[in-house]
Structure formats: structure tokens, C-alpha cells
């Protein structure tokens, strides 16, 4: 074959992910991969790092992702291995986040007999990722590598599954390699941009949903340009809240769960709305109620199956988030809008502005709004904030503000552990800056044993911190609200969390009150290995937006 290399398949997956560009990748190994495994050894470009769990490898390779934009890379064997992996899988497909997962899979003569841990990986994952797909001949690895590595980047980016049974691995064939697809970017229909112009330019109170597609074409400062010019009124979809610069004077707040009714007043009352790289999904639409019927919605995003899933728009536009802004702002041309407009949105930031300064408090056992009052006053303005899920998240997202993109990191589906295993995955995206993953007590103890990962990799500038209320939670809230007086399996009680972290090579403290806590996080960022503080708070304070809002 001209131009073809021989050599075995699991050979040529590293060099296909080489010529990509992949630079880390996160794993349980497997026997069923072996093959993968021995290449990386001759490939010392490539770093592999093993975790603890193929859930821990699944959210690392997704924070990784989110962080430098490139595809994550996670391998997992066979049936458990990949059903470990399955939760991180529907992570990334609800965020948006490219990411490749490659599976070792049994060997073809033994297909069809329930062999050891089989399943069919491309029939069973097909619902969950972007596109999944076994590749069955070893000479057909560059092309169908290159295809998924090419389908997690383009439209709407996600998390793509590539199955490759044993035999195939280390199978030797000729290998044609392709270059790399480049990325495109789509511009959206010049008469939809007209359409759309003329309704926002004519609105009285303009409202602007800003999210993951804007972080993911880097387009804040298109946003920003295009708020100013039309005096808008600017939410951020939900866990994209750093979008848009929170201390921006047109800056009217995060569309979370519980958050207070008055910040949603503007979005409410507006009479135009440009959703802007959102799929518009039912939190960050507070129940697909918002944007309000009576508003003209113009809906833009890359993926033309996004515009007008949950709402039918006005305008629907299909195209990169930064040209979509940018050929607004040439058909808008210069203008000032309305006063009552400017006036309005105004009065919105200044709501907000009230609502989410925190009080500096002195209670012991912590106050998570005290809490959130440290961080804001100690995190320089570039450190990355990871979150995992769970009912301690809205006082970070009420009382912690995102001034620069790129600086906070949450799955949108909810998933629990994902705090600890993203952050490590932020950090080797990002080495420079210093990291924080945040998580409640119940989802630290999902995926804790990562903290020794981060050990291991010797993460410095690196805190996790534990939010511990005994409790999980968001469902004692829940229980609370729907079914007064009658607890079930919520309780998690006590764990010394700081003796576990010093047991997984972390530097640890507990942290009693709000007056130790600004100075114990000082400490641990200056540590030079990961720091954990594990925090008692209240297993009375739930609701983040209950005091003024």
C-alpha cells in the first residue's frame, strides 16, 4: 500500500492520537488494551495517567477538555470498565465537552457467547455520546480514529466512544494516516442575522442568554460588545457563569437552580431575548418557562438540532458563537439604544450586586456564606473553580463572581464526584494557574480516592475543599420541602475527611470556623503538594438564596 505503515493496531490509536494532538490521557488499565497501553511506552509525547476509578478518568479527561480545549482522552476496559466510565460519558454529551473514550473490548472468536465482560459498547453507549462506533479491522484505525476525533470537535463538541476488540489491538496491518481535520467555523444565514437585528434593535428591553458556546469560540468580548450595544440585560446559562464578566454593569445574573425571583425579574419582563451558544435547557429556562412567550426569541447555536429543540424562535440562527455576535454587531452598526433600555438593565446589575455580596461572618461551625466570602476575597481573579454537584454549589454560584472566562467548571447533569477527579484535569491543562474544587461531603466521598492521584502527579497550587453538612444534601432539601418530618437515607453523618486526605499523600486540615478559614486556605495554596480542608458546616443552612432574595 503506497504510502502505509505497517504495524499493530494498538500502535496506530497512539499515533493517531499523536498526530491530534493529544497530550494526556486518563485510565484504569485493562487487559483488553494492552496493546494501546505498550505503544504509549514508545511514545513519551503522550502522558498517561492512571486514576483510581474510570469514573475519575472519565471527569478528568472531560475538565481537561473544558480547560484547553482540546479533546480529552479516557480508556476503560470492556463492560465494567465502561460502565464505570458512563457517568463522565453523559457529563461531557450535556456539556458539550469533547471527549474520546477508547474501550478494549473482547476478541472477535469469542464474540456472541457472553464472553468474559461483554457487551455490545456501540449499541449500549450510542444514546449516551456523540457518536460511538467498534472498529473491527485493524487497517481501518486511522480513518475511523480520525472521524471520532473529528466528530468530538465539530457542531456541537461531545464525548465520542471507540471500541476496538483485543485481537484487533494487536493485529498488524498497513496503516494509511490522514491530517488532521481542522476545525471550521459556520457562519450563520445573512437574512436571519438581518431578521434578528432589526427585532433586537427595535426592543425596549433587550435580554441576552449568554453560554457554553460563547466560552467554547472564545467569543466573551464579541458578547460584551454586543450587550453594550444594545443596552442589554445579560444572564448566564446555567454552570456557564463565567461567560460573561459577572461585575459587568449590564450583568444581571446566573440562571441557576433556586435562584432569587427578583434577579429574574428583567429576563421576564423582556420583550426581545438572543439566546447565544445555549441549547436553553430546563434550568437554565427555570422550567422552559424563560425567555417569556411575549419576548421575541432569537435562538443561535453551532448545531442546527439545538435551534428550536425546547422553544420556538423568532430567529433561529445556526453558526459559531463569535461570528454569530459579530455579524449582529455589523447589522446593528453604530446606534445608542433607548435610555429606558440602558436604565433597565442597569437597575438589573445593581439587584444583583445586592443580592451576592457576601457578609463577612464569624459562626462556628462555618457558614458557607462566610465561606464564599473568603474565596472571593483571597482567589486571584485567573484561578479555576471546579464544583462538583450538590446543595453547597449555590452559595459558591451566588457569592463567588467569574470576572474572566475559563474560570469555572461544573457539570450541567448534576453528576456527583465530579469536584476532585476534574480538577486534576484542569490543573494539567492549565498548570500555571491554581486550582480549586469545591464539593459537598457526599460527593467528595464518591471519587476522594483521586486526591491521591493528585498526590501522586504531585499537583501543587491544588486545594479541594469539602463542604461537610452530614447530609446528602440537595435530596434532605428536597425531602424536607415535599415530605416534612420524614427523612430517608440522607444522613451520611461524621468522617474525618482531613485524616483521609493525610492518608492519600495530601496536606489536610478541618477547618472549624469562618474566622480560620481565609487563613487555612492561604496555607494550603501555598503547600507544595494538593491541600485538603475539610469544612463542618450546618445541616440546617440548605438554601443559598433564602437570606434577601
Not at 428591553?205 to 458578547?223: D, E, K, M, S, Y
Not at 445574573?253 to 435562584?259: A, D, E, I, R, Y
Not at 434577579?263 to 417569556?292: F, K, M, N, V
Not at 500555571?432 to 493528585?454: K, L, N, S, W, Y
Request: charged share 20%; proline share 7%.
Amino acid at each position: 500500500m503506497s504510502g502505509a505503515t505497517r504495524m499493530t493496531g494498538g500502535q496506530a490509536v497512539v499515533e493517531c492520537l499523536w498526530r491530534e494532538g493529544c497530550e494526556v490521557a486518563f485510565t484504569v488499565p485493562g487487559e483488553s488494551f494492552l496493546a494501546v497501553l505498550d505503544a504509549f511506552h514508545d511514545q513519551p509525547g503522550i502522558r498517561v495517567v492512571a486514576t483510581r476509578h474510570e469514573e475519575g478518568a472519565g471527569f478528568a479527561a472531560e475538565g481537561y477538555a473544558k480547560a484547553s480545549g482540546r479533546t480529552g482522552l479516557c480508556m476503560a476496559t470492556r463492560a465494567v470498565g465502561a460502565g464505570n466510565l458512563s457517568i463522565a460519558l453523559h457529563t461531557a454529551r450535556q456539556d458539550s465537552t469533547p471527549v474520546l473514550a477508547l474501550i478494549g473490548q473482547v476478541q472477535r472468536a469469542r464474540r456472541s457467547r457472553e464472553a468474559f465482560q461483554e457487551v455490545e459498547l456501540a449499541e449500549a453507549f450510542g444514546p449516551i455520546v456523540k457518536h460511538a462506533v467498534e472498529i473491527r479491522d485493524a487497517a481501518r484505525i486511522p480513518d475511523l480514529m480520525a472521524r471520532a476525533l473529528r466528530l468530538a470537535q465539530s457542531g456541537r463538541p461531545g464525548p465520542v466512544l471507540v471500541a476496538i476488540p483485543e485481537d484487533v489491538l494487536t493485529e498488524e496491518a498497513d496503516m494509511a494516516f490522514r491530517a488532521p481535520s481542522p476545525r471550521l467555523r459556520s457562519r450563520p444565514d445573512p437574512a436571519g442575522v438581518e431578521r434578528a437585528a432589526r427585532l433586537l434593535a427595535d426592543a425596549k428591553h433587550p435580554a441576552l442568554i449568554v453560554g457554553g458556546g460563547v466560552l467554547r469560540a472564545g467569543a466573551t468580548n464579541q458578547a460584551i460588545a454586543l450587550a453594550e450595544r444594545l443596552q442589554a440585560a445579560v444572564y448566564t446559562a446555567f454552570r456557564r457563569f463565567d461567560a460573561f464578566p459577572n461585575d459587568h454593569p449590564l450583568y444581571a445574573g446566573p440562571l441557576t437552580l433556586g435562584v432569587a425571583p427578583v434577579l429574574l425579574r428583567a429576563l421576564e419582563q423582556a420583550d426581545a431575548a438572543l439566546a447565544l451558544g445555549t441549547r436553553l435547557s430546563d434550568i437554565t429556562t427555570q422550567g422552559y418557562r424563560l425567555p417569556p412567550a411575549t419576548a421575541a426569541l432569537i435562538h443561535a447555536d453551532i448545531d442546527p438540532d439545538t435551534v428550536g429543540a425546547t422553544f420556538a424562535p423568532a430567529v433561529g440562527l445556526v453558526g459559531d458563537a463569535r461570528l454569530v455576535a459579530e455579524d449582529l454587531l455589523a447589522s446593528l452598526g453604530p446606534g445608542s439604544p433607548a435610555a429606558r433600555a440602558a436604565t433597565w438593565a442597569r437597575d438589573a446589575h445593581a439587584e444583583y450586586l445586592r443580592l451576592t455580596a457576601p457578609r463577612a461572618l464569624h459562626a462556628s461551625p462555618a457558614e458557607p456564606e462566610g465561606l464564599a466570602a473568603a474565596l472571593r476575597a483571597v482567589l486571584p481573579p485567573e484561578a479555576a473553580v471546579v464544583t462538583d454537584a450538590g446543595n453547597f454549589a449555590p452559595w459558591i454560584y451566588r457569592y463567588v463572581p467569574h470576572t474572566r472566562p475559563g474560570t469555572m467548571f461544573g457539570p450541567t447533569s448534576g453528576a456527583m464526584g465530579y469536584a476532585v477527579p476534574a480538577a486534576i484535569g484542569v490543573k494539567l491543562a492549565t498548570p500555571g494557574r491554581p486550582v480549586v474544587g469545591i464539593a459537598g461531603d457526599g460527593g467528595f466521598g464518591m471519587t476522594m480516592a483521586e486526591v491521591q492521584t493528585a498526590a501522586r502527579l504531585g499537583l501543587g497550587a491544588f486545594v479541594c475543599i469539602v463542604m461537610d453538612n452530614g447530609l446528602y444534601g440537595t435530596i434532605a432539601a428536597h425531602q424536607r420541602r415535599e415530605y416534612p418530618g420524614r427523612p430517608v437515607a440522607t444522613d451520611l453523618g461524621d468522617a474525618d475527611f482531613a485524616a483521609v486526605a493525610r492518608g492519600l499523600g495530601a496536606a489536610a486540615e478541618t477547618v472549624r470556623s469562618n474566622d480560620a478559614f481565609a487563613p487555612a486556605l492561604t496555607r494550603a495554596r501555598a503547600a507544595d503538594r494538593p491541600a485538603v480542608l475539610h469544612v463542618p458546616t450546618s445541616p440546617e443552612r440548605l438554601h443559598a438564596w433564602a437570606q434577601g432574595g
